[in-house]
């Protein structure tokens, strides 16, 4: 087995998982040691399930041996961000009120996971409450960026990203309210997605306590992972199956239609300072397809006016999808906030690119292209019409390969 067996993709893995090349136990041993050496410095776990994994871990091989596969997350290592209800495991949304809060039963999104066979390694770190872009308060303390601990993380889902960077675990079960999983995706180098509104249950986040209505509205189930590709593997399993249907378009895999078809907009109008434009203007000189210049639509209400929201996200894919199927512009209007800038500003890093994906209910995704002159990762988000995530996850996958987003990792690798 390779030394490097944590930055393997979940694709590359399953081959090997059903083959009986490695085993489940093996897998999940690596990621644990990986947490063992690196989740003091990063703290991007607030609890590890070190021994229920294991457990996990030699059923799922029983099961393989007995020829009981149950699919590609069969055996994988996952995170779950700690907003998601887990039977029997703290959820706290990072929030010192809510430090002994065990639940009963698992979020719809969770039980989904563990029926597909992926191993719960344990609940990652997040901004308290999700109520911040930082990943720096939280009462398990500050979540660090894997590349340079001087910079924030993102957030809310700070742990989730830094996790699945720094190679702890495989992929994150999140949300996303305002950009809260592209966000940190994009500030530590990894792949963040929301899907459309409805594709995957919010059932079990927090159940049973006070949740704003607005917060109800906007927040999407998300998934970080290392490849889009990945992304698409845990989504088919997380996602309620009817809506699933409807949004892959009967096609899961991002080479089954090429970027040629696709009408790619490029948003004209984003917010992004010198440095960042510049890397999206490189970053789509790197992709090479025809790309015409367009509007994203960020004539939103302002936050916290639900009056229209029902009709708008009727309305969106005649007001800005008439001409293209996609939307291009950068995940964040500036570089990684150092960690000295964003303290006591839970807002620091901006939402001005992303929250129009959560008001209209858009399929959403950010990939890395990039480091800036810190070098810290810089990411290239891609948003499509409601109930297209199939063409979103496509694209993504056809830039992955143009971009070779996915061929760093932190040190240590």
């Not at 607005?214 to 999407?220: D, F, P, Q, V, Y």
């Amino acid at each position: 087995m390779s030394a490097k067996v944590h930055y393997r993709t979940i694709e590359e893995l399953q081959a090997r998982l059903r083959s009986a090349e490695i085993s489940p136990v093996a897998v999940v041993d690596a990621c644990l040691a990986r947490i063992d050496a690196l989740n003091d410095t990063l703290n991007a776990f607030a609890t590890i399930v070190a021994e229920s994994a294991r457990e996990q871990a030699r059923d799922a091989e029983a099961e393989m041996r007995a020829g009981k596969w149950r699919g590609p997350l069969h055996g994988i290592p996952i995170g779950i961000k700690d907003f998601y209800d887990t039977a029997g495991i703290r959820t706290t949304a990072a929030f010192e009120h809510f430090r002994k809060r065990v639940p009963r039963s698992d979020a719809a999104a969770v039980a989904r996971l563990k029926d597909a066979g992926a191993i719960v390694i344990g609940k990652t770190n997040m901004h308290q409450l999700g109520m911040g872009t930082t990943g720096l308060e939280s009462c398990f303390g500050p979540v660090k960026n894997p590349w340079n601990a001087a910079y924030i993380p993102g957030g809310s889902s700070s742990g989730s990203a830094a996790a699945v960077a720094a190679g702890m675990c495989y992929a994150t079960l999140d949300t996303d309210a305002i950009g809260s999983c592209r966000l940190p995706a994009a500030c530590c180098g990894v792949v963040g997605f929301k899907g459309t509104y409805g594709l995957v249950s919010p059932k079990g986040i927090l159940e049973g306590e006070q949740a704003d209505e607005t917060i109800l509205w906007l927040a999407h189930p998300g998934i970080t992972t290392r490849s889009t590709a990945d992304t698409a593997i845990v989504l088919k399993a997380v996602a309620e199956p009817n809506e699933y249907a409807k949004a892959s378009g009967g096609e899961t895999h991002a080479d089954q239609k090429s970027a040629r078809n696709i009408a790619i907009g490029a948003a004209d109008n984003f917010t992004a300072d010198t440095d960042v434009a510049r890397m999206f203007e490189a970053a789509l000189r790197k992709i090479g397809c025809s790309i015409v210049p367009a509007r994203a639509p960020f004539d939103i209400p302002p936050f916290g006016d639900l009056r229209s929201i029902e009709t708008d996200r009727k309305t969106i894919s005649d007001r800005s999808f008439k001409d293209v199927d996609v939307l291009l512009l950068p995940t964040t209007a500036t570089k990684v906030p150092t960690v000295e800038s964003a303290r006591g500003k839970p807002q620091a890093l901006a939402a001005s690119n992303t929250l129009f994906a959560n008001y209209f209910g858009l399929p959403a995704i950010s990939i890395p292209c990039g480091f800036d002159d810190n070098g810290l990762p810089v990411g290239l988000q891609i948003v499509g019409k409601p109930w297209d995530d199939g063409t979103v996850l496509r694209l993504a996958r056809q830039f992955e390969t143009a971009l070779q987003s996915a061929a760093r990792h932190p040190a240590p690798a």
